[in-house]
């Protein structure tokens, strides 16, 4: 079993854990006991629980990005790389949501890790959108991104269907309430009033 192999079966074990005793009263040790895993090599890849919050964010970014964006607007590119991630959540909807109701719970700094973590990905999936994410205009791109996910995530938290139609409508109206400064940004960075913040590639 590689390290891409392991990690992914310790998230998953963490998961299902999560979903049935709270994502409180789970460790990493007992996620890699329930899957059978060498508790040595979970200390070292997962040195703390944090550490399983950020690989799922990994895992749904790798999933996102591990085929083109498809054809059509930044808008229609960004819905379908959204969505992807979308579709790894609810993979593992039930551990996802006994995090997602533990968030207020936890440490200030692992709530930070994470947002800081969530505005990563979404500078990768602006990339991937051929949408710059570097610079000034790239930072309020990456902001106003991250909120589309974050509205994204509050109505697949509530939708039961399995089309996730629900989930579907929220983040196209998002988008739609968001395309309009995208536009203007775009615009902005346009030869005639080119941006020359210094470029940055986004942290994996």
């Known amino acids: 079993m590689d390290d891409s192999e392991f990690d992914a079966a310790l998230v998953t074990s963490f998961l299902q854990l999560a979903a049935t005793q ?25 040195p703390a629980r944090h550490h399983v919050l950020l690989h799922l964010g990994r895992m749904a970014d790798q999933a996102a990005l591990a085929h083109p964006a498809p054809e059509g607007s930044p808008r229609d590119r960004l819905f379908d790389l959204l969505m992807r991630r979308v579709d790894v959540f609810q993979d593992h909807r039930e551990g996802v949501l006994a995090l997602l109701r533990a968030l207020p719970t936890e440490e ?4 930070a890790l994470l947002a800081c973590a969530s505005q990563r ?26 909120l589309v996910w974050l509205w994204t995530l509050r109505a697949w938290r509530t939708d039961p269907s ?19 400064l995208a536009n203007w940004l775009s615009a902005a960075a346009s030869p005639a009033g080119a941006d020359t ?8």
């Open 22 to 46: 709270g994502w409180p009263q789970v460790s990493v040790l007992a996620a890699a006991r329930a899957a059978s895993l060498p508790l040595d090599r979970a200390r070292a890849r997962f």
């Open 108 to 111: 200030p700094a692992t709530v």
């Open 197 to 204: 913040t210094p470029a940055g590639e986004p942290a994996p």
């Open 162 to 180: 399995s089309d996730l139609s629900a989930t579907m409508a929220a983040l196209d109206i998002a988008l739609a309430r968001a395309e309009p």
């Open 121 to 146: 990905s979404m500078g990768w999936m602006l990339d991937a959108a051929a949408m710059p994410a570097s610079g000034l205009r790239g930072a309020l791109r990456v902001r106003g991104l991250t």
